[in-house]
């Protein structure tokens, strides 16, 4: 092979900004829960659980950067990528009954409104968006460029939204008088967090499970790898992540009659990068027939039998019919 399979980052960049982001929204966190009981603000208490969010995602994606450095080894071959799916299960638990409470807690409040101290409160939410226009500012530079730290970025840009919403409903409070403002303010949060924290949880589900990633159509990228030149059959096409930002594909591809495999791999491998961004790629090159199905023939899509009976073995590796080993891009 003429390169190698260190699939590890070379320059792990804006991990500082991470570290200090994550610093800031933490001391905030505890600081808003604080001053939630002290004003009695379900609101406060809403949006802190809103800035948990953050607190929690700037965490896993550290956790990643930081699990990305440490090489695989004899009992994870992958490596430890799927630590960002189990943590965002964690927090998106944790969410969920914290947002449940809230939302319990809201309609005992519309029953009976309780008083709610509207300038601490206005203090508080203050200091939360400096917080959050200082920890944007420091993730901004790479949110282009990493996908892990353009979503911290995301979650806390919407929390500054949270912190405005905040600050706006204790200005109407004590304008007004009205304290059901805050409780209608905490539903409002929490029906903002709800939806996101079931994306996360969907999204680490469909991780574990090793599901098709976000964005990748199993059957666009069949029909590429059977529309490039040299290509009579793929079957037993599999695509998974092996983190959020990590896909990983599989296919045994049959080639026609005087394709040269290496370059045939190559070119495959090519085209998935540039039309997918997959880059952890195994492709089994075969010289003849593994399976009875070809492109364009309905099927499951695994190269197996519509009725259910494969048509074929799985022993891939070279035998009398011509079949090449593993190959990786």
């Not at 059959?233 to 009659?257: Q, Y």
């Not at 495959?268 to 997959?278: M, T």
Request: proline share 3%.
């Amino acid at each position: 092979m003429s390169h190698d399979h260190n699939h590890l980052p070379s320059d792990i960049r804006y991990e500082k900004p991470l570290w200090w982001a994550l610093g800031l929204t933490s001391a905030f966190l505890l600081a808003e829960i604080a001053g939630a009981f002290i004003t009695n603000s379900l609101a406060l208490l809403s949006d802190a659980a809103h800035m948990a969010t953050d607190t929690v995602g700037l965490m896993i994606a550290l956790l990643a950067v930081r699990m990305s450095r440490r090489p695989p080894d004899a009992r994870r071959s992958y490596g430890y990528a799927r630590l960002e799916a189990l943590g965002a299960m964690a927090n998106g638990a944790l969410l969920f009954a914290v947002g449940a409470y809230i939302l319990w807690e809201a309609v005992e409040r519309f029953r009976q409104p309780q008083h709610v101290a509207s300038g601490g409160m206005l203090v508080i939410a203050a200091i939360g968006l400096a917080v959050n226009l200082v920890a944007m500012r420091l993730l901004k530079a790479g949110s282009g460029e990493s996908l892990n730290v353009k979503g911290a970025y995301l979650e806390v840009w919407s929390d500054m939204l949270g912190s405005v919403a905040v600050i706006i409903g204790a200005l109407l409070i004590r304008w007004t008088g009205w304290q059901w403002i805050d409780a209608a303010l905490a539903v409002l949060i929490g029906l903002w967090v709800l939806p996101r924290t079931w994306v996360l949880l969907r999204e680490a589900i469909n991780v574990l499970l090793e599901g098709v990633p976000k964005g990748i159509v199993l059957g666009e990228v069949r029909q590429a790898l059977c529309g490039h030149a040299g290509v009579v059959d793929v079957h037993d096409l599999h695509v998974w992540a092996l983190a959020s930002s990590t896909p990983a594909l599989t296919a045994h591809v049959v080639m026609a009659d005087g394709v040269d495999a290496e370059l045939l791999r190559r070119g495959l491998g090519e085209l998935l990068h540039e039309r997918f961004d997959i880059d952890h790629v195994t492709l089994q090159v075969e010289a003849s027939y593994c399976g009875g199905e070809v492109c364009g023939v309905e099927g499951d899509g695994h190269g197996h039998d519509p009725s259910g009976h494969d048509s074929h073995d799985h022993d891939h590796g070279p035998d009398r019919h011509g079949h090449y080993g593993h190959t990786h891009s």
